[in-house]
């Protein structure tokens, strides 16, 4: 029992702490802060975050905060949609 509490709360820390990367991703996204940006979305999309992999194609496709790269746009799009 002492463990699944446990295995509960370090869950629910985790997830709270993603949501809030990936905030904090959006925010950096909407205030033109695209590195910053950058890194929140690469490592929440490896994670397998739908919405990050979105942002992230967004910025591979666009040029912002990486060089552009339409072929990782596409994959990054395509995860993003089997996510949801």
């Known amino acids: 029992m002492h463990k699944f509490l446990s295995l509960l709360v370090l869950t629910t820390f985790l997830a709270g702490t993603?949501?809030?990367a990936l905030s904090d991703?959006?925010?950096?996204?909407?205030y033109k802060q695209y590195p910053t940006a950058f890194a929140?979305?690469?490592y929440l999309a490896e994670e397998g975050n739908p919405a990050a992999a979105y942002y992230l194609g967004k910025l591979y496709q666009d040029g912002l905060g990486?060089?552009?790269?339409?072929?990782?746009?596409?994959?990054l799009f395509q995860a993003a949609d089997s996510g949801y």
């Open 25 to 30: 991703g959006v925010l950096a996204y909407q």
């Open 40 to 42: 929140e979305f690469t």
């Open 66 to 75: 990486t060089p552009q790269n339409l072929p990782k746009a596409r994959s």
């Open 18 to 20: 993603a949501e809030a």
